[in-house]
T-cell receptor, first 117, second 109 residues
Framework: GAVVSQHPSRVICKSGTSVKIECRSL??????MFWYRQFPKQSLMLMAT?????????EQGVEKDKFLINHASLTLSTLTVTSAHPEDSSFYIC??????FGTGELFFGEGSRLTVL | DAKTTQPPSMDCAEGRAANLPCNHS???????VYWYRQIHSQGPQYIIH???NNETNEMASLIITEDRKSSTLILPHATLRDTAVYYC??????????FGEGTQLTVNP
């Protein structure tokens, strides 16, 4: 199946710094990517929908100025957690649809675990 | 989007079939049933999806009742590597997926 790669897989940062997470579709083009967050022992929570060449659409309660999303190309979306605090520590996961969304199958990255000290 | 109900946990013996149920009584006509699974500390993995017909692929079978109010994911010969959280999601094709709590399947030796 199609491959979605995230980098870094783990990151530890100090409180107040910004962290960028990359999501790449390795063998297909993705006009739409999705960003999720998952806290321990909880389900995935959709944060935002990333659209190539346009502004991301954020879910209710997700601060767009806190979580900056850039989808500059058909194979790359980035999530930047700005001024990170310990409560932002979480598992961040991206996903993308092969062939444009509508085929029903999303491919997920391996996830990026953020720890803010 | 229709809400789904899944048991929080299930156990299965290695080599036996694992049957994971999902209720989606408020599903509408254009909503698909998707199944994903998540092994601990990894990203979710697509398993299968369907609209109203039963579906089968190399990983699993999906049985959808005639009224589409419930479905069952079948792993025909469960292995220890199938231990994961299984998510049943009902969504219209073309919209973003939202995850519920899922079922923790534990395959025992």
């Amino acid at each position: 199946g199609a491959v979605v790669s995230q980098h870094p897989s783990r990151v530890i940062c100090k409180s107040g710094t910004s962290v960028k997470i990359e999501c790449r579709s390795l063998d297909f083009q993705a006009t739409t990517m999705f960003w999720y967050r998952q806290f321990p022992k909880q389900s995935l929570m959709l944060m935002a929908t990333s659209n190539e060449g346009s502004k991301a659409t954020y879910e209710q309660g997700v601060e767009k100025d806190k979580f900056l999303i850039n989808h500059a190309s058909l194979t790359l979306s980035t999530l930047t957690v700005t001024s990170a605090h310990p409560e932002d520590s979480s598992f961040y996961i991206c996903s993308a649809a092969q062939g444009g969304f509508g085929t029903g199958e999303l491919f997920f990255g391996e996830g990026s675990r953020l720890t803010v000290l | 989007d229709a809400k789904t109900t899944q048991p929080p946990s299930m156990d299965c013996a290695e080599g036996r079939a694992a049957n994971l149920p999902c209720n989606h009584s408020t599903i509408s006509g254009n909503e698909y049933v998707y199944w994903y699974r998540q092994i601990h500390s990894q990203g979710p993995q697509y398993i299968i999806h369907g609209l109203k017909n039963n579906e089968t692929n190399e990983m699993a079978s999906l049985i959808i009742t005639e009224d589409r109010k419930s479905s069952t994911l079948i792993l025909p010969h469960a292995t220890l590597r199938d231990t994961a959280v299984y998510y049943c999601i009902v969504q219209t094709s073309g919209s973003r997926l939202t995850f519920g709590e899922g079922t923790q399947l534990t395959v025992n030796p």
